[in-house]
């Protein structure tokens, strides 16, 4: 089915909307290139100034899909890269770490549309500011303004959740996420983990600084199951994705019954 780009007075382009693999995810095709697309949950708003496509759709509904730059999010370029799971289907509840001011949020806010949550935590007051704005016009995005370092500071406003995404380029960051996991991602739950090797460690080299992550996670009972570079939308980032305490849990209840019973 053909679709019409909005490009102010000069008229539309041709291009082509298809579905993503990711589920909630979508691409433009057109004669010139392909762009990433998510499906606008407040139609008729830009979040930071990026394009908007808009789609006469059944009953004639306007269905508009905003342009997802993947040189201005990690998400975005993991998609690109062609990760194989980014965990966050629609319904998705999602605990974001470093969410600055929200430009991924808001993508993210897109695709686990309104069954989802996205609880977007971010230290940064000045970025917070515009995280609170972009807030303001979705309603499954819960702002937290708050150290991710100190996630019992706002255990009381998040749930369990599906998926967390960490964004924090910080040098503790294998142990903000590990923290966060034990705090609030369910038994078998995922996570995806972007790392830059500068932030870590800038004597090392790249490879090394990600593998070391790799071995801090998997102290944590945070299993990694696949890893891909961001090049050429980032340089020495990498992607991490896996699951948290794949161990059914009611066999890990069991566990600590016999310990416990061991122990009395």
């Known amino acids: 089915i053909y679709f019409f780009v909005k490009q102010g007075g000069a008229g539309g382009k041709k291009v082509v909307?298809?579905?993503?693999?990711?589920?909630?995810?979508?691409?433009?095709?057109?004669?010139?290139?392909?762009?990433?697309?998510?499906k606008n949950m407040v139609v008729g708003e830009s979040v930071y100034g990026e394009k908007r496509i808009s789609v006469d759709g059944e009953n004639q509904e306007?269905?508009?899909?905003?342009?997802?730059?993947?040189?201005?999010?990690?998400?975005?370029?993991?998609i690109l890269s062609g990760v194989d799971n980014i965990h966050m289907p629609p319904g998705t509840k999602v605990l974001?770490?470093?969410?600055?001011?929200?430009?991924?949020?808001?993508?993210?806010?897109?695709?686990?549309?309104?069954?989802?949550?996205?609880?977007?935590?971010?230290?940064?007051?000045?970025?917070?500011?515009?995280?609170?704005n972009v807030a303001k016009k979705r309603t499954n995005i819960i702002?937290?303004?708050?150290?991710?370092?100190?996630?019992?500071?706002?255990?009381?406003?998040?749930?369990?959740?599906?998926?967390?995404?960490?964004?924090?380029?910080?040098?503790?960051?294998?142990?903000?996420?590990?923290?966060?996991a034990h705090h609030f991602l369910k038994n078998g739950g995922n996570f995806v983990i972007s790392i830059k090797a500068s932030c870590i460690d800038s004597t090392?080299?790249?490879e090394a600084v990600f593998a070391g992550e790799v071995k801090k996670l998997q102290s944590e009972k945070l299993k990694p199951k696949e890893q891909l570079t961001l090049e050429p939308y980032e340089r020495d980032h990498a992607i991490v994705v896996g699951n948290y305490r794949p161990v059914g849990k009611s066999k890990s209840k069991e566990d600590n019954d016999k310990k416990e019973s061991m122990e009395d």
């Open 62 to 78: 306007k269905i508009e899909y905003r342009v997802w730059n993947p040189f201005r999010s990690k998400l975005g370029a993991a």
């Open 143 to 180: 702002p937290i303004i708050e150290d991710a370092r100190h996630p019992h500071k706002y255990r009381m406003l998040i749930g369990m959740v599906d998926t967390i995404f960490a964004d924090v380029a910080q040098p503790d960051q294998a142990r903000i996420v590990a923290l966060n």
């Open 204 to 206: 090392a080299s790249p």
């Open 96 to 132: 974001y770490l470093g969410a600055a001011s929200g430009t991924t949020v808001s993508h993210v806010s897109d695709i686990v549309g309104p069954e989802g949550l996205v609880y977007a935590v971010e230290f940064s007051h000045r970025s917070g500011r515009d995280l609170l």
């Open 17 to 38: 909307v298809e579905p993503h693999r990711h589920p909630g995810v979508f691409i433009a095709r057109s004669k010139d290139d392909d762009m990433l697309l998510t």
